[in-house]
């Protein structure tokens, strides 16, 4: 148990006495400091929420921060490497980008290239080795990108859930793929009446695909995540990496696999270099809201500093009111340093109570947001009270009752003892 | 058996706008165990200077100051709020009684002064302990409007005696009571001298003083001794 010393329990009991004494005063000095307070207390939580609504996008995109990212070259030794390195290993997965079109073959798709379907990236066109390029006719036809996975992928990139099912990683391949749709590719779908046959270059034969769920990856394009292995049905998998282009093969591993260490010795036996990245996506949101942090902070300061105006105002009359009180508390053996203590704990005690009176006020008030626009903003929904706002809404309470209160107190300790002689 | 204060050549000299004026010239004074002292004097004759000086509110320009045999004429402000917890009692004209707190609380202002820290529980017997040496236990939740103005300074009274000090330093304690009120809180200080307090009592009341073991006269700051007629 903490032990006090006499003198700041002293300071304490006398302080709350002063505080019960003067209601009043205490509460026009708490509206005073009430607003500078919140506005620290709002600018934090805003940042706080901000930060992790970004860092949970980016996190869909990228991945959660440690995750060690090796970014490599799609060759199909590489690939095949990838995969048998990685198979029954747990804290990584491989993913293998490939294109894929869902519809009528031969055609141009309603969105060429896996577009998103707001924007038209230009038809596709074949060309003839003499160099006569023509464009496939329009038709019923959706251009994705298909990640084929080693295992599940959540474990770096929390996707949310929007409907259906996730893949099961624990079952036998499926001959026809499970596919999980990105939010676009679903709307996609949604829009447009396509024929249910998946085309992938190098792919032994057309394949029925089973819709199963949707998922919110963070990507506007349209996307299918789908087992490595049930792709593999139909495509070995050397051939499901596209040498002339596609997004590659990305490997995610949690932080300190030593997995990461192997691969890559056994893909420089190859010629292929990896490049290894590890996800910090905090510190970077962090730097990019910082300079907005400190420029709202800055301007909650200054309301704080009109409080802390308030307070001091406050003070100062009220030690001019108990010039005999503290008087008398010298007579009676009470030291200086005391009598400063005294008014500093009742200013920081007013500083703490409206410090709690505003963080109240903001966590109701980011609990009533929540309910009432939830719904329409996801950043609202099931939003916490940020503890880092609490902690700032404290500490400027505390500012604020050091700054109010330090010229009342170095008064009240200079407050001369024969005042109780002449009164 | 040394004295529990010994004023020597004791001078106070108010430097001012004007000229310099002594308001204390010479003092020699002794205050003993268990007995009372009467100082009276005009108004401005440096009976309050003395009493300030005496209870280390402020300090002597010239002559020592023996508390318990120590030299303690030049004390740092630190040193001098310890010895006026531990060794002196303050009994003012004016009660100096907080309203918001009340009697017991009051009482127990001498006692939550930075200098230690009693636990509460022996805080309250310390407290109710004074409050029942000047007879008003009864009153100890009592707020001071609703109290009378002798039960008002026998409070006061409580809080001067309530850490047991060696010395009473009482400051025209009856000037705002009537005679019988005034009377009785007369008794109540002498009743402390009886329990080996030192009693240093400044009033313009003659039947007060003729009750004190000594009366000294201060004319002009100098203090001579009043011979009984």
Known sequence: ?423 | MSPLIELTGVSKILKGQQEPRTILDGVDLEVNAGRSIAIVGRSGSGKSTLLSVLGLFDRADEGTYRLDGQDITRLPERRAAKLRSSHFGFVFQRFFLLKHLTAAQNVSMALVNGQGWLPRRNRRAQVMAALDQVGIAHLARNKPPRMSGGEQQRVAIARALVRNPKILLADEPTGALDTETGTSVIDSLLAATGRGCGLVLVTHDRDHAARMDRTLDLVDGVLTERVPA
């Open chain 1, 1 to 423: 148990m903490i032990r006090l010393s006499g003198r700041f329990r002293s300071a304490l009991i006398i302080g709350l006495q002063g505080i019960r004494a003067r209601k009043t005063r205490t509460l026009l000095s708490m509206i005073s400091l009430f607003l500078g307070v919140l506005a620290v207390v709002v600018v934090q939580t805003g940042a706080s929420i901000a930060e992790r609504a970004r860092l949970a996008d980016v996190e869909l995109t990228e991945g959660i921060d440690g995750t060690t990212v090796l970014e490599l070259n799609p060759t199909p030794e590489a690939a095949k490497i990838v995969v048998d390195t990685l198979d029954g290993s747990t804290g990584a997965t491989a993913l293998v980008s490939v294109a894929a079109t869902i519809g009528e073959p031969g055609v141009t798709a309603v969105n060429p290239g896996g577009s998103p379907f707001d924007e038209d990236w230009g038809a596709p066109q074949d060309c003839t080795p003499d160099g006569v390029c023509t464009a496939r006719p329009a038709g019923q036809a959706i251009d994705l990108q298909i990640s084929a996975m080693t295992s599940d992928v959540r474990e770096f990139r929390p996707f949310r859930h929007r409907s259906g099912e996730w893949l099961d990683f624990t079952t036998i391949p499926a001959l026809a793929p499970r596919l999980v749709l990105n939010e676009e590719a679903a709307r996609g779908f949604a829009e447009h009446r396509v024929p249910a046959e998946l085309h992938i270059p190098g792919a032994t034969s057309n394949i029925t695909p089973q819709f199963i769920g949707v998922v919110d990856d963070g990507n506007t394009s349209p996307t299918a995540y789908a087992r490595l292995d049930e792709l593999n049905n139909w495509l070995s998998a050397e051939g499901v990496v596209d040498p002339n282009g596609g997004n590659g093969v990305q490997v995610m591993l949690a932080p300190g696999n030593p997995v990461a260490q192997v691969l890559t010795a056994k893909l420089r036996g190859i010629g292929v270099d990896t490049y290894a990245r590890t996800i910090n996506s905090r510190k970077d949101m962090q730097d990019e809201l910082k300079l907005f942090r400190l420029i709202f902070l800055a301007m909650a300061a200054l309301v704080l500093l009109i409080g802390v105006a308030g307070i001091l105002n406050v003070g100062l009359a009220t030690v001019g009111e108990r010039v005999e009180e503290f008087a008398l508390r010298r007579a009676v053996g009470t030291p200086r340093s005391l009598l400063a203590g005294i008014v500093l704990a009742e200013t920081l005690l007013t500083g703490l109570l409206t410090a709690a009176a505003a963080i109240g006020l903001s966590a109701a008030g980011l609990k009533a947001l929540s309910a009432l626009f939830g719904d329409q903003q996801p950043f609202l929904r099931d939003v916490q009270f940020p503890w880092e706002a609490g902690v700032a809404g404290i500490i400027a309470g505390l500012i604020a009752g050091i700054l109010g209160g330090f010229v009342p107190a170095l008064r009240a300790a200079g407050i001369p003892i024969a005042t109780v002689m002449r009164a």
